[in-house]
């Protein structure tokens, strides 16, 4: 008898699936493959980006070597050059600080700013050359070569002879290439950990388990990232906290990103570009094909437009930014405004669309 | 007064068997509860590592107890939920859980769940209940208070309570959203779309509204087939199915199982019995002893004088209350979805996808300058989540801000905010009112009239729906 009502059941129940199934068009099945995104995002973009990073740093290596055996003016100008192509490679990998970059703290390690001059030179004095601590990450990292290689002089002839002449000559030499060497390092880590031939994160960034949605998944991941990322170290790190929204309304121009090389502006408006690379999916299916996949394009274009305006707003700004800062500083802030807008679309309204939650850490909801 | 058909439900006597069982199983799935709990690292990152809790209005006092006293207090509450589950010191047991769970979900609002909420409410109720009198060990060490039956109001009342729970929990589907616009299970299905098997069948729209209309329903009515004998199994599967059907789509923790556990205690006494039997076939190192069948007066429990009437005037308020609170957001004007007054203690349960961005502005009225808040300098990712999109958490946060300055600073300091939020899908809007100084609002159960009104005629980004 148990049996009877059992079967009855789930036949009635498997007949009105099934009615209610067949009598609606498939025309509204999204039909969106997320795995296929996860690849172009994986393959095409984050991979490609840490390995030309890599790529950049071994040659601001070889430039520091160069620079080592010959101190020449030329060289010095080639060795900034070097290090100006790592700063704008750092772009392109920093908005995915997740995984194998945040196991090797690759932003703080790479990119802490603004630096700590004073400290900078006592290191060089006393010969100190341990990197990594967290007391030293303002005077390491990409900002400190900078300091060591735009700021220690008014003119790159003042800069040279800090290492020829100067006493400390050869200890700044020697925390330039220890300081490199300590880049390096950390870039080769997490590139190799990303690369299918190293660590495979790759293989599981793309394995069938983690293509759902939720926290640990590797779309949350990514997106939860790039978000953060956009929100903290875009919009706030290089134009709002030196623009002072975050300091009581009072400007702190020495704040900006590459102060002493004097080229802010250029490195944020290619970390934008990458931004506005990720949503897209550059030439492949991206974030924006997924939201129209769900019926939500209007959402899609108008976070692509309120991009381009942050992007034309960027670009109105001239370097260098520390002075722009000073002259007028409401430019500044009228870009800040209009990253600002970028927040809400991102954070709220796409993640609420896709179905992502904007939470660093596992928790039930109900 | 009462016609016998009622009192039948009250003060008849029935076998004690459901009674012990669902003890058993509650705290069996408690003890559960708090090793997971434990083991993915929430008592550090929800209770020990923020800066700064949202409490509840009026229970500001509560507060955690540090990292030592956390995990002491979530120590002494795994040990009360064995105890119950064992039944030894039962009383003891059950009172200390009550009181440490609840005093924990008390701390943070941000994490308040729903199942939290009735995980309180059930052990308040076991308090007052002869739980312990059978299949325990509470017997064994005393076996005078052995008793095989019991009057049935200690069962029925957990049956009126989980009643509640589902008819609640069902009424608060019956909204525009839910059933017209399959809202919010029209995000959250499709991204589940990965899943093997049952995966592609989410991504179309018609299975949106099929799972909304079907959660109504078995809300409304899974109490009433719970309840009837002959439709009990086939109800009974029907909670198994939709509980793990939940359990699979979201990330909803130990909900499911509470609730498949507690709904067996609308079976019968002769099915708890073979429960108990098949319990101890598996614990025979744990004498349980088993209630017998025969009935005598001397084995029914029996509360009398004065005791019987502070317990049952306890029990009948706290049932108004349960009849009432749900009920309150009649009082507040405006959507309750999007003001969440009288949202909580509800049972409105995976209602709405509410995402949102708040920007809290602070400005020095006697200098003019004003700043922008790093919200992630005070609270958790989590905690910045939760109160973007609540505003009685945004007030408080305000009010943080205002301490944390003047603390700093000294002197006065207007505090607004800049939140847009989204429901359901549509483009985000303003959820209060950018020029209010929260500084000078004050919190409490009153109508929190800088919250913007909710706009009915919002676009929704997806273009299927209104």
């Not at chain 1, 994160?201 to 388990?209: A, C, D, P, R, T």
């Not at chain 2, 608060?172 to 069948?201: F, R």
Request: aromatic share 14%; glycine share 6%.
């Amino acid at each position: 008898m148990l049996h009877f009502r059992t079967t009855l059941l789930i036949t009635l129940l498997l007949l009105l699936t099934g009615a209610c199934s067949s009598n609606t068009s498939s025309d509204d099945q999204s039909n969106f493959d997320r795995a296929a995104m996860l690849e172009n995002y994986g393959n095409n973009i984050i991979v490609p980006a840490f390995e030309s990073l890599q790529t950049s740093v071994d040659d601001l290596q070889v430039a520091a070597e160069d620079f080592e055996t010959e101190r020449t003016l030329e060289n010095l100008e080639t060795l900034q050059e070097a290090l100006k192509s790592a700063r704008l490679a750092w772009q392109d990998a920093s908005p995915f600080q997740f995984g194998p970059s945040e196991s090797v703290l690759l932003r703080a390690s790479l990119n802490t700013y603004p630096v700590d001059t004073g400290k900078i030179s006592d290191r060089v004095s006393s010969g100190e050359d341990s990197f990594g601590t967290i007391d030293s990450r303002d005077a390491a990292g990409l900002p400190a070569l900078g300091y060591l290689l735009h700021g220690v002089g008014d003119t790159n002839e003042e800069i040279l002879s800090m290492y020829t002449t100067d006493t400390d000559a050869d200890n700044r030499l020697d925390y330039l290439l220890g300081n490199i060497s300590f880049v390096k390092e950390k870039v080769d880590t997490a590139t190799e950990d990303w690369q299918a031939s190293g660590g495979d994160y790759i293989g599981m960034f793309l394995s069938e388990e983690n293509a759902g949605t939720d926290v640990g998944s590797s779309l949350g991941m990514l997106i939860n990232s790039y978000v953060k990322h956009y929100e903290r170290f875009l919009r706030d790190g290089k134009i709002g906290i030196p623009a002072g929204v975050r300091s009581a309304g009072t400007p702190r121009p020495l704040a900006v990103e590459a102060y002493y090389g004097g080229y802010s502006v250029e490195l944020a408006s290619a970390n934008l570009q990458q931004v506005e690379r990720i949503f897209t999916g550059g030439d492949s299916r991206g974030l924006d094909d997924n939201l129209e996949a769900l019926g939500a394009g209007d959402l899609s274009s108008e976070i692509q437009t309120q991009i381009d305006e942050a992007q034309s707003a960027l670009d109105g700004l001239s370097d260098p930014l520390s002075q722009r800062i000073e002259e007028n500083n409401d430019p500044v802030l009228t870009t800040f405004e209009e990253m600002q807008q970028v927040v809400t679309l991102l954070k709220a309204d796409m993640t609420s669309i896709l179905g992502i939650t904007i939470t660093y850490q596992d928790n039930d909801g109900d | 007064m009462i016609p016998e058909a009622i009192k039948k439900h009250i003060t008849g006597r029935i076998s004690i068997a459901p009674l012990a069982v669902f003890r058993f199983l509650f705290g069996f799935i408690m003890l559960v509860s708090i090793i997971r709990f434990a083991a993915k690292g929430w008592i550090y990152g929800l209770y020990i590592k923020p800066d700064y809790f949202f409490t509840f209005y009026g229970f500001d006092w509560v507060t955690p107890l540090g990292e030592t006293g956390m995990y002491l207090l979530f120590l002494g509450m795994g040990i009360a939920a064995l105890s119950i589950m064992l039944g030894y010191f039962y009383r003891f047991g059950i009172v200390i859980f009550f009181l440490t769970f609840t005093y924990v979900e008390l701390i943070d609002k941000t994490n308040y769940l729903n199942h939290y909420y009735f995980v309180s409410i059930v052990s308040f109720l076991l308090m007052f209940v002869p739980a312990h009198r059978s299949f325990s060990l509470d017997i064994l060490r005393k076996p005078s208070l052995r008793r095989n039956y019991v009057p049935a109001w200690t069962i029925n009342m957990f049956k009126l309570q989980l009643g509640l729970v589902y008819f609640f929990a069902g009424v608060a589907k019956l909204n525009p959203d839910w059933l017209l616009n399959a809202m919010p299970l029209q995000i959250w299905l499709p991204a589940n779309a990965d899943l093997p098997i049952v995966g592609p069948l989410l991504e179309y729209t018609a299975s949106a509204y099929i799972f909304s209309w079907a959660g109504a329903f078995y809300d409304l009515t899974i109490t009433f087939f719970l309840l009837w004998k002959r439709t009990r199994i086939p109800a009974y599967l029907a909670v198994i199915v939709f509980h793990m059907f939940t359990w699979f789509l979201f990330q909803i923790g130990m909900f499911p199982f509470i609730m498949i556990l507690c709904t067996l205690i609308f079976f019968s006494s002769d099915f708890h019995q073979k429960v108990i039997r098949f319990i101890s076939s598996f614990t025979n190192f744990l004498p349980f002893s088993q209630p017998e069948s025969k009935a005598t007066d001397k084995k029914a429990f029996q509360i009398n004088g004065s005791k019987k009437s502070i317990i049952s005037s306890i029990l009948i308020i706290h049932f108004i209350l349960q009849f009432l609170v749900p009920l309150r957001f009649m009082l507040y004007p405006g959507n309750i979805f999007w003001t969440e007054q009288g949202f909580r203690f509800s049972w409105r349960v995976m209602l709405m996808e509410k995402a949102g961005h708040a920007t809290f502005h602070i400005r020095n009225p006697e200098t003019g300058n004003e700043w922008q808040v790093r919200n992630w300098d005070y609270l958790t990712p989590n905690q910045e989540k939760e109160m973007s999109t609540r505003p009685d958490m945004i007030l408080q946060f305000a009010h943080h801000l205002e301490d944390e300055y003047q603390k700093n600073f000294g002197g006065d300091v207007e505090v607004t905010v800049t939140s847009n939020v989204t429901l359901n899908g549509r483009r985000s809007q303003l959820l209060i009112d950018p020029n209010v100084d929260l500084t000078v609002q004050e919190r409490g159960f009153a109508h929190k009239d800088w919250i913007l009104p909710f706009n009915e005629k919002q676009q929704n980004w997806f273009k299927n729906l209104q």
